[in-house]
């Protein structure tokens, strides 16, 4: 019946109706994790529909709210712990063509949610600007998606993640009868980042912005592991080189790269960075005192055209392991600075080749961090649970990428706010319904 009613509001052309596309705009990359897998694969939307205009999208949700269906929205569909799944059927608002670049001034970009952050950071380069931090999927995700269901990227190992001032100011909308729409500034925000999108709609985005740099990109070869994990622990430290990325990959996660098979060694661990082209005599002295061999370098002139290493680096790398074998997954680590190599050992001689390292340096409040996504040869949940808890009994801490609840995942995040955030702005519960747990909050990490 509601159906019916809003295609006649909206009009038959702006509903999408069809199964295929239905399904397709339900699910993101959820089944990286076997386990949302399972839990997830057979929820889809009962349509969707791409607002073009704020009043367009206030309309819905007045629909919403009067027929008491819900709504679940969309970015580019790229998070991976089934955030933009909805959970009970409703409407899926897929925000992509709310994609415009409001405003511009010296140190801050205004942007609709929907615009996709490959197209701004283009932009921004263009102007002699670049945003600091963004997601290894930056070329298709949302601004809106990044910051209701990411954390960190590239730019991170220099401004830390999405809590660090990184997001100066949000509009939102609510999910009521008559939706209000307010701004958001200061730690408000963190009712509205990485949430899920369960509070309100957030609809534009204000984000500082710096001035251009030239980035080199690299791809550095060692021989072992443990020699690139010093060098990247090194470069990460070093204040007089400037840099974007720090990535540093096990072998054999290297050999799922299959366009760079061309460039890479066997056996050989590597890094893949980003470094600013004025710190590169720097750069070659510490590749020089750990051993390294450059494999690959792209001139700072080639920036964002063509290969890009950061396409091999944070959860790029669980893609390139998912295409070379269905059995694949992932964690989400963090190594204690000072103990990384006995924390490696320790679950090395645990598990063998069942874990593979992955360490992406991040900065998080003012500490450089071995952020890691380790690539997890899959056998069942009980085993993937049974390396979760060792790990955490040995003090790498765990961001659990394996629940689709909000707040079970990780990332300290302020529930109880988020929850009384989420009663104030969405009455009935309408909003990505079933994504923030019913359970004790004494569970909730
Ligand atoms: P979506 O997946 O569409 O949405 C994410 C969540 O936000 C959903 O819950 C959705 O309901 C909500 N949402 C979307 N837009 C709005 C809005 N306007 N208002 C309210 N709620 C909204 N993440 C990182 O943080 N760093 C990485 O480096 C990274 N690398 C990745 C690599 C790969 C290969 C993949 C598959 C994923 C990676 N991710 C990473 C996860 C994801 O790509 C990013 O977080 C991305 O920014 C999500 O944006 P999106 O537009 O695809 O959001």
Redesign the pocket.
Known sequence: MWLEKLIELVGKEKVIISESQRERLSK??YWYSPVLFEELKDKVADCAVKPISIEEIKEIVTFAVANKVSV?????????YG??IPLKGGIVLD?TKLDKLLELTESTVKVQ?GMRLGALEKTLRKQGKELRIY???FMT??V???L??????IGSIRWGNLWDGNIIGVTVMTFEGEPRIFEVVGEEMEDYIHN??TTG??LEAILPVEEKQEWTQHIISFPTFKEAVKFGDELAHNEAITKRLVSVCEWPIPSHFHSLKNVLQDDKSITMLEIEESCLKDLQLLVDKYSGTSDLIIPASNYHKGLKVSDFT???AT?WAHKHGENMTYLQARFKVDQIFEQMDTLREKFGEEIQFHFEYIKIKGEITPASLPVILYQSKERLYEIIDFCRSIGVEINDPHTYLLGFGGYNLKMEQIMKKKQENDPFDLL?PGKIPVKQESEII
Do not use: E, M
Request: charged share 5%; with cysteine.
């Open positions: 993101d990359y679940t929205i969309r970015g580019a569909g790229t998070g991976n955030q933009a925000l949610a997601p290894s999927t995700s949302t809106g998606g990044f209701c269901g990411g954390s960190g990227g899920y999108g709609i957030v944070w959860n790029h893609l990505n």
